[in-house]
């Protein structure tokens, strides 16, 4: 399991902003001490004041509150391809719920537990016939779907990996985009715009444009049912 959970920039950022100046809001209350002989106008005046002054202690209270969060220092730790990252290419990058991060390079996909990279490809991973990794989606199964550059879309379950044909048998194209609907099927959408649905081990197929090669995709599932497909010509439901 791994030791602890990652943030997906310790992959690409080696570099952070570090501001070390502190700065400290100091709110004093100046009220009227005499108000002569008590009048109303000097009492009513008193009590606006104080109430002035009681406003901007809460304010300083916030300012100070946010302040403090501005001064909070992340540290940020890089890893790269002397650590065992396979290749500085990095196309995609998925934590799934066990707590693995997964990164999808040009040369393999890496399995990262906040201590080491476990890498898998065409080499050491039956099933899996090309190490460009360009897309990569967790189910709510648990399964990982993995998109290859050869236009390959595949499913990860229990440790095996099986092609899922949209073609078939024919070149469907490079996964471009992925969703899941709240029934749970696994929506896929390819650049040659073909549109497919998996569930259950069964895959539907429709026409999602003209066929014209694209390199804009888009899916968004909502609660209602209603699926929206983007392209790089329009969008629709």
């Given amino acids: 399991m791994p030791k602890k959970r990652w943030t997906l920039a310790c992959l690409f950022h080696g570099r952070v902003a570090r501001d070390g100046s502190r700065r400290h809001l100091r709110c ?6 005499d108000v002569g002989g008590y009048s109303r106008l000097a ?17 300083c209270a916030g300012v100070s509150g946010i302040a403090a969060e501005a001064n909070v220092r992340f540290a940020v730790d890089v890893f790269g391809t002397a650590q ?65 550059e050869n236009g390959d879309i595949n499913l990860v379950k229990a440790g095996k990996v099986t092609r899922v044909d949209l073609a078939q048998g024919g070149y469907g194209g490079s996964l471009m985009a992925i969703c899941e609907d709240r029934s749970g099927a696994v929506v896929l ?9 998996y569930r259950d081990g069964k895959v539907d197929v429709w026409p999602a444009s003209s066929g014209n090669p694209s390199t804009c995709r888009a899916l968004i599932a ?11 010509t329009s969008l629709w439901p």
């Fill in 28 to 33: 004093g209350e100046n009220g009227p001490t």
């Fill in 43 to 59: 009492i009513r005046v008193t009590r606006v004041v104080s109430r002035l002054a009681a406003a901007g202690l809460l304010l």
């Fill in 84 to 148: 065992g990252l396979p290749s500085s290419a990095v196309l995609a990058v998925t934590q799934t719920r066990d707590g693995f991060l997964w990164v999808g390079t040009l040369d393999g996909l890496a399995r990262f537990d906040g201590a080491q990279f476990v890498v898998f490809d065409e080499n050491n991973t039956p099933g899996l016939n090309s190490s460009a990794i360009i897309r990569l989606f967790e189910d709510r199964q648990t399964n990982l779907w993995v998109g290859t």
């Fill in 189 to 197: 959408c390819t650049d040659t715009g073909l549109l497919g649905r």
């Fill in 222 to 232: 909502e609660e209602s049912g209603r699926l929206w497909v983007g392209t790089d």
